[in-house]
């Protein structure tokens, strides 16, 4: 069992940054993979980053691609989501997951993560 907590989100103007933190524990960290989700009300849940177990592979939607950075320490079994150039389309509620991996690679799909937090929001006004 892997418990995740999300912090870190708030209300802010568009253009501003916010960092997102996910605190893992429950087992080992380090071969567990590690994703952000975010849901906006009335659409369905969708990828926003992946990070492989080591921190190697790191992958990022489109959408967020050059705004967002998704990063992990593995000694403090925490994952963290940095948030720059925020729109107020990026309003949502941010989900943090995880699922052990046997391979070092990210995932891409909610289905494929075992374990969520409970979310955080995240509110850019324009």
């Known amino acids: 069992q892997v418990q995740l907590v999300e912090s870190g989100g708030g209300l802010v103007q568009a253009g501003g940054s916010l960092r997102l933190s996910c605190a893992a524990s429950?087992?080992?960290?380090?071969?567990?993979?590690m994703g952000w989700f975010r849901q906006a009300p009335g659409k369905e849940r969708e990828f926003v980053a992946g990070i492989s177990w080591s921190g190697a592979r790191i992958y990022h939607a489109n959408s967020v691609k050059d705004r967002f950075t998704i990063s992990r320490d593995n000694a403090k079994t925490t994952v963290h989501l940095q948030m720059n150039s925020l729109k107020p389309e990026d309003t949502s509620v941010y989900y943090c997951a995880a699922r052990v991996a046997n391979t070092d690679r990210v995932y891409y799909t909610e289905y494929e993560y075992e374990y969520w937090g409970q979310g955080t929001q995240v509110t850019v006004s324009s």
């Open positions: 429950g087992r080992t960290f380090s071969d567990t993979a």
